[in-house]
């Protein structure tokens, strides 16, 4: 079951990865005026409702499996995702909102979130790798009789041992 969720995990953490890359690539060809306002708004807002239901669905995921670091990892990011969508103000296209984008320095600030994001989702993405590798390079198992040709003289009964799944036979 843990090897299903972080393999979800990482599927959409791939995901959200290459969405902080559209909406740093996107807002970059606002500031360069390649697109206008409008248009840069419209391809965004379309975006917004997947990327908090896709880090909403990790950190509930997360939550449920009990892995208490990456959730409170997660935590932060997936409230300021929701926070960000429901308060938006009336008559606004969306999050990204053409009349405003350019008004109070919206389009650093969103620039800079962007690049945060991206920056968290490339860590989140290492983390799941690792955690879901991290049991088949190698196996933590109790040190049994049986066992005795891979002792060392050293070792004691009871004692732990680490087996590169590589070189064991299993």
């Not at 079951?1 to 990482?10: A, H, K, Q, T, Y």
């Not at 040709?149 to 590589?166: A, I």
Request: glycine share 4%; hydrophobic share 45%; charged share 15%.
């Amino acid at each position: 079951m843990e090897s299903v969720v972080f393999i979800f995990s990482l599927i959409d953490c791939c995901a959200l990865i290459f969405l902080s890359v559209y909406f740093i690539i996107t807002l970059s060809d606002l500031e360069c005026d390649y697109i206008n306002a409008r248009s840069c708004c419209s391809k965004l807002n379309k975006w917004v409702v997947p990327e908090v239901i896709g880090h909403a669905v990790v950190t509930v995921l997360m939550l449920i499996s009990l892995h208490w670091f990456i959730f409170l990892l997660n935590l932060p990011i997936a409230t300021w995702n929701i926070y960000r969508f429901i308060m938006v103000p009336s008559g606004n296209m969306g999050v990204f909102d053409p009349t405003e984008i350019h008004n109070r320095g919206q389009l650093k600030s969103h620039m800079k979130e962007a690049m945060i994001k991206l920056g968290f989702h490339l860590l989140c993405f290492f983390m799941y790798l690792y955690r879901e590798h991290a049991k088949k390079l190698f196996l933590i198992l109790p040190q049994t009789p049986s066992q005795s040709s891979h002792t060392t003289r050293n070792s004691k009964p009871g004692t732990y041992m680490f087996l590169s799944v590589r070189s064991s036979k299993l």
